[in-house]
């Protein structure tokens, strides 16, 4: 009877082990093709069934192609960053992440061959500790290939663009001939990242300019999302045009901006503002 006691027990013990010991989803993209030299951010989001706390830690892990050994280069918890400045590495990841929105991502700066290979986004918060999905990025840096339009373009129906990755800039009169939108649109296989910049050339007079765009005059923004029609050897794109709402006077109906060009497609774009 004693022995039967002593295995219900160990039995008991184990079954609130199992139950004590809580899974975590880590989702990245599978596959990123950067150009050499660019700042890419390696996108990670975790589900996890408990809130965050400063026990909560982040570690990025990089497997080489050449079949050199695994880096852990960065680590993060107790809401700081440790950038370990391991090779290849050495001073350019930074964090990009926001825990408080299951945002575990990185910034890793001026992008080298010798980067090829696979990331691993590994997320504890506990007591989730063991992923039942795993955040894994196979990475492949790439020469920088683009096609330049300069001037009044307008863009119908698809575009296509070839080449191992693709860049479309697209220089766009906002209003009159006072200020400029410079967008550039990057195709890495099914994602797709809008950089912009507002340029403004020099205004005869200040009290145009104060009429035209009033307070708001730095704040026009540009909507982007893109569905990628293509993978890594070449992406088909449809643009559209239409002004975007920021409260900025210029931005009414019948106003100049009605040339101000977004790119309006399906999911899987990040919008940055230079």
């Known amino acids: 009877m004693r022995t039967v006691r002593l295995y219900a027990v160990s039995w008991l013990l184990q079954l609130n082990f199992v139950f004590i010991v809580k899974a975590i989803e880590v989702y990245t993209p599978r596959e990123i093709t950067a150009w050499n030299g660019i700042e890419i ?30 880096v852990s280069f960065f680590y993060y918890v107790a809401w700081k960053d440790y950038n370990r400045n391991v090779d290849p590495f050495k001073d350019r990841v930074s ?18 061959f010798q980067d090829n290979g696979t990331y691993l986004c590994d997320v504890k918060n506990p007591p989730d ?13 790439i020469p920088k290939e683009d096609v330049t339009l300069t001037g009044n373009v307008t863009l119908t129906g698809n575009v296509t ?13 906002v209003a009159f001939s ?27 007079k200040e009290a145009q300019q104060e009429q035209i765009f009033g307070d708001q005059s730095e704040s026009l923004m540009f909507v982007a999302s893109v569905s990628m029609l293509g993978v890594a050897s070449g992406a088909s794109v449809h643009m559209a045009a239409r002004p975007v709402d920021t409260g900025s006077s210029c931005a009414s109906s019948g106003s100049p901006c009605a040339s101000t060009l977004t790119a309006v497609q399906g999911p899987g774009t990040n919008l940055h503002q230079i």
């Open 129 to 141: 500790i063991d992923a039942t999905v795993i955040g894994e990025i196979q990475l492949k840096v």
């Open 41 to 70: 951010k390696l996108f990670c989001t975790f589900k996890s069934t408990v809130a965050v706390s400063d026990t909560t830690a982040v570690t990025w892990v990089f497997k080489p192609d050449d079949g050199g050994r695994s």
């Open 95 to 112: 964090w990009a992440g926001d825990l408080h929105e299951n945002d575990a991502s990185i910034y890793v700066a001026n992008m080298q």
């Open 178 to 204: 006072h200020s400029l939108a410079v967008c550039s649109l990057l195709f890495i296989n099914s994602w797709c990242e809008l950089l912009y910049y507002q340029k403004r050339t020099q205004l005869d």
């Open 161 to 173: 663009l070839t080449g191992a990755a693709s860049c479309l800039h697209c220089v766009v009169p």
